[in-house]
């Protein structure tokens, strides 16, 4: 079965950081691109960032550029999301997902066909 697994969200204080981690089974992520999603009750689903096959692409929303950091180690299959100085409103569910091409796309506009179960992130004082 071709899945993703999230693991690494949980409750923080505001300035505090987490470190979500996104490994795939049944097919093997390192040849494909890696984007986080992320959705917060009575919100839309938002692209949070994206990187590349290679690694040396990578996308950031205009509300975490600065302060998340995506990154994947191939060697460990595992496509990683540092976030650092969270606030309130990174409180949401976490999803990465892949379209299985290469690169991102602008504005996370791919149809994505694997899906992650998400992962908690709370952010609160």
């Known amino acids: 079965q071709v899945q993703l697994v999230e693991s690494g969200g949980g409750l923080v204080q505001p300035g505090g950081s987490l470190r979500l981690s996104c490994a795939a089974s049944g097919f093997t992520l390192e040849f494909h691109a890696v984007s986080w999603f992320r959705q917060a009750p009575g919100k839309e689903r938002e692209g949070v960032s994206c990187i590349s096959k290679s690694g040396d692409s990578t996308y950031y929303a205009d509300s975490v550029k600065g302060r998340f950091t995506i990154s994947r180690d191939n060697a460990k299959d595992t496509v990683y999301l540092q976030m650092d100085n969270l606030n309130p409103g990174d409180t949401a569910v976490y999803y990465c997902?892949?379209?299985?091409?290469?690169?991102?796309?602008?504005?996370?506009?791919?149809?994505?066909?694997?899906w992650g179960q998400g992962t908690q992130v709370s952010v609160s004082s």
């Open positions: 997902a892949t379209d299985f091409l290469d690169f991102c796309e602008d504005n996370f506009d791919s149809k994505y066909d694997v």
